[in-house]
């Protein structure tokens, strides 16, 4: 059958359902680099508009860092700009191993592997390390990217309820006849801001002899002391078997990703997984922008002190001004509205008043607990925080849900 009307009457019906629903997905056409003030284009064909950016994960202001910038120049300059081939072919540069021992060392681990993306390294590392006879017990809430990487491997899977130690313990008991066990979760956890419980989590599989895997993607570079991650955070450096993480994000958001923790562990990915195996090395423009943010990081904490100056700043502002917020300690704070229409609403009326912040709803977040996930950045000056309190305070007062519990929303707007 070709394309025919009749098949292309069914995705045109399915797609007007969802612009019914008032859920349809409109992407904003930035045409400045990524950075607190941003030059955007809404709705398509209008003209620019200045807003303040409050969704991004660029945690460290690192995206246009002059620096960065800079140092990613002189790697296309001296290495070029494409490798044109996978890593085992002939797409390893000696800066590619340089920045894998480097993380390793920032880490805190034994080995580090690099993939094309840190979807890809949850893609691969499962089905690269486990078998059949062995068993993955995930957190429930943990990133999609790790849910597809579970559904790629052969090993059998279990999860356990959102931090809850107690019923991690009874899987580790219920599964203690596998080869072996690996426990999956969030560092911090993308949606809610809240963070993993590692230390605990460490006691529990060194008890039951499990291993651990963390996904420190909006971690990595700006939690703990010096920003090693959620491992520094909790305690419990170079006690965790595997990290996955992202450079999409704090370390400075052009993309990759990578696989670090035991040596040998590291040493099957390379051998086994897929996407390391069949997709094309990290452009050499990239690597030398990531080693330039490892650079800068080594010298100073100046710019994750400063964040977390400004995260707390602006959750105190958002809980004064009567917002129901999720609990948190992280630059993730997300402002509650449960209704996935609301959330859009809301986020086009923050954006008449120069806030640019995106809603969430199902499937990005369980049903009935749609949200603006605002993230705060080092990038933000006071300034920047005061003017956004401002136009949330008018939208809140607007939209009638300032002060009001989460079931006097959820009566007024519905889930
Ligand atoms: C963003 C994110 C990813 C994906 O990272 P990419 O490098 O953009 O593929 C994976 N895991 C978590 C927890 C994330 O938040």
Redesign the pocket.
């Known amino acids: 059958m070709a394309y025919s009307d009749k098949v292309r009457a069914l995705y045109q019906d399915q797609l007007k359902a969802i612009q019914d629903a008032g859920i349809f997905k409109m992407e904003r056409y930035i045409h400045s680099p990524q950075a607190a003030d941003i030059d955007v284009e809404f709705p398509a064909g209008s003209s620019l508009k200045k807003v303040i950016n409050m969704c991004a994960?660029n945690y460290l202001g690192l995206s246009s860092h002059p620096d960065v910038v800079k140092a990613a120049h002189e790697g296309l300059d001296s290495r070029g700009y494409g490798m044109s081939s996978v890593r085992f072919i002939c797409g390893t540069q000696d800066i590619h191993r340089e920045l894998e021992d480097r993380l390793t060392k920032f880490l805190g681990t034994e080995a580090t592997i690099l993939f094309p993306?840190?979807?890809?390294a949850?893609a691969g590392v499962f089905e690269a390390v486990l078998t059949k006879d062995d068993v993955m017990i995930s957190d429930r809430l943990?990133?999609a990217?790790?849910i597809d990487g579970i559904r790629l491997c052969s090993a059998m899977h279990d999860t356990f309820k959102h931090s809850d130690m107690a019923h991690l313990e009874s899987k580790l008991q219920l599964h203690a006849d596998k080869r072996l066990k690996l426990v999956i979760t969030?560092g911090v956890f993308?949606m809610d801001g809240d963070t993993a419980k590692l230390d605990e989590m460490v006691a529990l599989c060194e008890k039951y002899e499990a291993l651990l895997l963390v996904?420190d993607?909006?971690s990595s570079g700006f939690i703990g002391k010096t920003g090693r991650g959620t491992h520094e955070k909790c305690g419990v450096m170079g006690k965790i078997d595997l990290i996955?993480t992202?450079?999409?994000?704090a370390l400075g958001g052009a993309?990759?990703?990578c696989v670090s923790g035991r040596k040998e562990l590291v040493e099957m990915c390379r051998q086994r997984a897929r996407p390391y195996l069949f997709s094309n090395t990290i452009a050499p423009v990239v690597v030398a922008g990531v080693l330039k943010v490892l650079d800068i990081l080594s010298l100073t904490t100046e710019r994750r002190d400063k964040l977390e100056k400004n995260a707390a700043y602006w959750r105190k502002g958002l809980t004064e001004a009567g917002f129901v917020l999720r609990e948190g300690d992280t630059p993730i704070v997300p402002v509650m509205l449960f209704n996935a229409k609301l959330s859009q609403d809301f986020s086009r009326a923050l954006y008449d008043e120069g806030v640019y912040a995106i809603g969430f709803f199902f499937p990005v977040v369980p049903q009935g607990q749609a949200r603006i996930r605002t993230q705060i950045s080092a990038a933000h000056e006071i300034h920047h925080l005061d003017k956004a309190l401002e136009a949330f305070t008018k939208v809140g007062g607007k939209f009638n849900i300032l002060g009001k519990t989460k079931q006097e929303i959820i009566d007024m707007y519905g889930m």
């Open positions: 994960n993306s840190c979807m890809d949850n943990v990133h990217s790790l969030d993308s996904d993607s909006h996955t992202t450079f999409g994000k993309s990759g990703g």
